[in-house]
C-alpha cells in the first residue's frame, strides 16, 4: 500500500533484474492511462500508455498490464539498469485531465 | 522548440511578493495544463487550457493564483501575495489533444522565504 507523509513506496532491485511497479486508480470511468518517469530535478517523462480496450501493451523493454475489473495497472521492466532509477507515477485520464498517484521510488543497485 | 519549455527554473520570492511563471509548449500543442507538485508527491492538477480557452480551474488553491494563455501558445501562471506554503516545483505540460499523452517541462522550483 502507499505510505504517508514524506515517504514514498519504494521498490530496490538488482541491475538485470525485471521490476514491477503497481499503481491502483480510483476511477472506473478513467479510460486512458500513462505511466511516466521523474528524474529529480526533472519533469515527469513519458514512458507508456495503454487505453481502456486494451490489457497489455509493450515497449522497449516495458509493459504496462491494465486490470479493469480490479482498477489495477502494473508496469513491468525488463533487466532494469541503474539508469531506470526514478519516480514513477501512474497518471489515469477519464475526460481531459491526466490525474497522478503519489508514485514509486524504484532503486537500482549496480 | 523540442519539448516544454519554462522559466525561470528556480524563484526565490519573499512573502508577500508576486510572480510569474511562464511556459512555452510545444508548438501546435491544443492542450496545456498547470500543475503543483509538493516534495515526494504527485503533481496535483491546478487548471487546463484548451487554445486559449480555460476550461477548467478548479484545481487553483485561492483567488491568489491567476493563469493566462491569451493567444493559445505561451501561458502564464501568476501568484499574488506568495505566502510559504506555496513554495513548490510548477510543472506545465501540453498535449496534442487531450486525450493523447502529455509532455512536460522541467518545472519551475518556487521557494518562499
Known amino acids: 500500500g502507499e505510505s504517508v507523509g514524506l515517504h514514498l513506496p519504494t521498490l530496490s532491485v538488482q541491475e538485470g533484474d525485471n521490476s514491477i511497479i503497481n499503481c491502483a486508480y480510483s476511477?472506473?470511468?478513467?479510460?486512458?492511462f500513462i505511466w511516466y518517469k521523474q528524474e529529480s530535478g526533472k519533469g515527469p517523462q513519458f514512458i507508456i500508455d495503454?487505453?481502456?480496450?486494451?490489457d497489455k501493451r509493450q515497449g522497449q523493454r516495458v509493459t504496462v498490464l491494465l486490470n479493469k475489473t480490479v482498477k489495477h495497472l502494473s508496469l513491468q521492466i525488463a533487466a532494469t539498469q541503474p539508469g531506470d532509477s526514478a519516480v514513477y507515477f501512474c497518471a489515469e485520464n477519464g475526460g481531459y485531465i491526466p490525474t497522478f498517484g503519489r508514485g514509486t521510488s524504484l532503486i537500482v543497485h549496480p | 522548440g523540442a519539448g516544454v519549455s519554462q522559466s525561470p527554473r528556480y524563484k526565490v520570492a519573499k512573502r508577500g511578493q508576486d510572480v510569474a511563471l511562464r511556459c512555452d509548449p510545444i508548438?501546435?500543442?491544443?492542450?496545456l495544463f498547470w500543475y503543483q507538485q509538493a516534495l515526494g508527491q504527485g503533481p496535483e492538477f491546478l487548471t487546463y487550457f484548451q487554445n486559449e480557452a480555460q476550461l477548467d480551474k478548479s484545481g487553483l488553491p485561492s483567488d491568489r493564483f491567476f493563469a493566462e494563455r491569451p493567444e493559445g501558445s505561451v501561458s502564464t501562471l501568476k501568484i499574488q501575495r506568495t505566502q510559504q506554503e506555496d513554495s513548490a516545483v510548477y510543472l506545465c505540460a501540453s498535449s496534442l489533444r487531450s486525450d493523447t499523452e502529455a509532455f512536460f517541462g522541467q518545472g519551475t522550483r518556487l521557494t518562499v522565504v
Open positions: 495503454i487505453r481502456s480496450n486494451m
Open positions: 476511477n472506473s470511468a478513467s479510460d486512458y
Open positions: 508548438s501546435g500543442h491544443v492542450s
